[in-house]
Each structure stands twice: as C-alpha cells, then as structure tokens.
C-alpha cells in the first residue's frame, strides 16, 4: 500500500484542461475566470457577494480591514483552529481573546462565549469569528442573536465547510456563507481543502458595502469607479485611496477553481459516505470516539477525526504503515506567539483535553475503498 494522506487534492483531466486553455488565452490574471469563479461561487454558498483572493488567510485579513479593525479592538475565536483565523486580525492590531469549544461539536461553545460577552459593556468585543471546524457548520443563527444583542459583526471562518449547511429555527436550509447570519463568511483553497487551486480564497457576503471595501483592498486600494474619483484626467486614470494589499486570485487559479466546483456537492455526498463507512467500523469500540452527529446539519467532512486515548500511540502505529493521519489542531493558545500576549496551558481545559485525544483519518473523496479498509484495520489492529 502506497503512503495514504490524511487529505489531498483531486485534479481531473478536464480540470487541466481548463488550465490550459487559459493559459493559451490573452489573461492571466485580472481577466474574466475571476469574475466567473466569484459567481459561480456565490451561487454555491447561495450569498449575493463572493470576492476571490490569493489564500484564506488573505481573505481573513481583509475581512478585518473591511470591518475596520483598529489597534487594540477586541475579537473572539476558538482556539482550536488553524492559526490564521487569529493571525488575519492581529495584522489590523486585534487583540484576541480565544473562547472554550463545545465538547460535542468541537466548535465555539456559544454558552461560554454568551458568558463572556456578558462581562464587558455592548460593543467591547467587535467581532467574533466561530469556525466551521472539520465541516461542521456553527449555528450562525444563534450565534447571529449574541452578536446583535451585544454589538459584534461575525466573520465565519468556513475554510473547512463549503456545501455544509444547517436547518434554521423554522428548518429552513442555511448554507455556510450564505450571509443570511455572518457578515462576511472566508474560504480557503489550499489543496488539502475541498476546493482546490493551489492557493486562493475567497470571501462571501451580502453586504453591499463591505463587498466593495473588499474589493478595493484587494487591489492595492485602487479603484477606477467615476462616482468615487476625485478628479478625472482620461481612460487611463485611476486613484488609491487606501492602503490595500495584492491578494488577487490569477486567472490560471480561477479556471482551476470553477472547474473545480463543479464537482463540490458531489464530493461532499463522497465524503459523508466514507465518514459513515468509519462511524460503522467504529461503532462499537469504546476507546473510539467518532464525530457528532446532528441530523439537522449538513457536514461538510473536510476532517473525519476520532477522539482516542493513546493518540500517539496510534499515530505512530499508522505512519509505521503508511498511513499519515494528522493531529488537527494544536490549540491556537500553547503557539509562543500566543502565550506572549497572554494565554496559558490551562486557559481553555475542554479545548485542552480534545487536543490531548484527536486524531484526523484520511478523507478525500479519492480514497479508494481498499484503502480505508487498510485504514480501519490497521486502527482496530493497534488497539487490539
Ligand atoms: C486553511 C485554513 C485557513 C487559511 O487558509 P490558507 O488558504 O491556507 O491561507 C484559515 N482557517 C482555517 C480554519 C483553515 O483550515
């Protein structure tokens, strides 16, 4: 058995195709694939906005800019996530006060975080930024009554949730990113991620005005529109009028990227089959424990990850055989960078303890059937 990842990227020949053929075109970058992506994701996540941009951690700091994000401006997130749901902020000055996980789910407990918007006055945190840890989509509608009653914008971190969705209070079907409940909702496209294009990201939101705020980040803080010029010399003429950045998503990546959705929803059918395949071989094992299940909840699976007692144990036993599973994540307030604005070992003990246990197995939807019986064997085999 060749080495078995715990996520990787699936590259069709149409999908090379697409590339190539933009390559044989007159646009590299900053032609018409973005905007096709952007619509076509947009549509997917069902929100009225979607700006493409160069990784998901790009997108994160824009959403901090267009949210205007000063020095010392308080957000709350979970410490279990990538660190760039944190990083993206600190770049505008955040100060970020991380929250406990749920045990269930994994994801922001809106209790605690309830309990700590009730210590500070309306408008002390400016935002929070709940993850769609593993696929599972936080219920944003909940999540969207805290942050009206106590002043805050949401910006959902979904890099691990396209397709995901949840049934509202009236069971209506609310996607991740449909800017029904978030104001700003961020993705990511690294190729471990459902939707592949090397790097890139993107944003969605119904706003309005954050959409074009986003837009004029993105590009330098460049714009060419007449009704906001202060003066206009000819065709040529453009103004910046802020400070922004270069996180454009190329042409190239965007081909890839609509070629690539076109396959997402059936991916996700793919990965929840191979989730259920390992909830079925788990099921009864008592030193296993596998994910939540929630029927009123579409998960996305980006992750499949078990909670087991000799982690390392069986992490080391599975790479013996080729098998690379993944310790998902390292909460985010054990970094030295974190633990230098504060944060201890101790802070968070439910966040703690699910470190202390999890363990991703491979989910990608190319992950041949013989393969996950290696998996699942060898992992019932480790434990005996
Ligand atoms: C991947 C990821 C990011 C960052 O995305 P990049 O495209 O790698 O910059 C942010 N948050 C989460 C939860 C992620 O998994």
Not at 267 to 284: E, G, M, P, S, V
Not at 310 to 336: C, E, T
């Amino acid at each position: 058995m060749s080495v078995i990842p715990y996520g990787r990227q699936s590259i069709t020949l149409e999908d090379i195709d697409c590339v190539v053929e933009i390559l044989k075109s007159d646009f590299l970058t900053q032609g018409p694939k973005v905007l096709e992506f952007e619509k076509n994701f947009a549509d997917y996540v069902e929100a009225k906005y979607a700006v493409a941009v160069s990784n998901g951690t790009a997108a994160l700091h824009l959403c901090a800019m267009a949210l205007d994000i000063k020095e010392g401006d308080k957000v709350i997130t979970t410490p279990i996530t990538f660190v760039a749901s944190a990083n993206g902020f600190r770049y505008c000055g955040a100060e970020i006060t991380f929250c406990d996980i749920d045990p269930q789910s994994y994801l922001l407990d809106l209790d605690k975080l309830e309990d700590l918007l009730k210590k500070h006055p309306k408008g002390y945190y400016k935002a929070i930024i709940p993850v769609d840890f593993a696929g599972y989509p936080i219920h944003a509608e909940k999540l969207k009554q805290l942050a009206k009653t106590y002043g805050c914008r949401i910006v959902e971190d979904a890099c691990h949730a396209p397709g995901a969705y949840f049934k509202d209070s009236e069971g209506k079907i609310q996607r991740s990113g449909n800017g029904n409940f978030s104001d700003l909702t961020v993705f990511s496209f690294h190729p471990v991620k459902h939707i592949a294009t090397g790097e890139g990201g993107m944003i969605s939101t119904n706003n309005e005005d954050l959409y074009k705020k986003l837009c004029l980040y993105r590009t330098h803080g460049i714009t060419k529109d007449h009704e906001l010029l202060e003066e206009n010399h000819g065709g040529w003429y453009y103004e910046m009028h802020e400070l922004g950045y270069n996180y454009r998503l190329s042409d190239i990546q965007a081909a890839l990227g609509v070629s690539q959705l076109k396959k997402a929803e059936k991916n996700i059918t793919i990965r929840n089959a191979i989730a259920q395949k390992y909830d079925k071989a788990f099921a009864n094992h008592s030193k296993i424990k596998t994910p939540h299940r929630d029927d009123n909840i579409e998960h996305a699976f980006h992750l499949y990850i078990i909670q087991i007692e000799n982690r390392k144990g069986l992490f080391d036993y599975l790479r013996v055989h080729n098998i690379f599973s993944q310790v998902l994540y390292i909460p985010a307030h054990y970094m030295p960078y974190y633990k230098k604005q504060g944060w201890k070992k101790g802070d968070f003990p439910i966040a703690e303890a699910y470190y202390e246990k999890c363990l991703a197995l491979p989910m990608f939807p190319t992950l041949r059937d013989e393969e996950q019986e290696y998996v699942i064997e060898k992992v019932l085999e480790f434990l005996g």
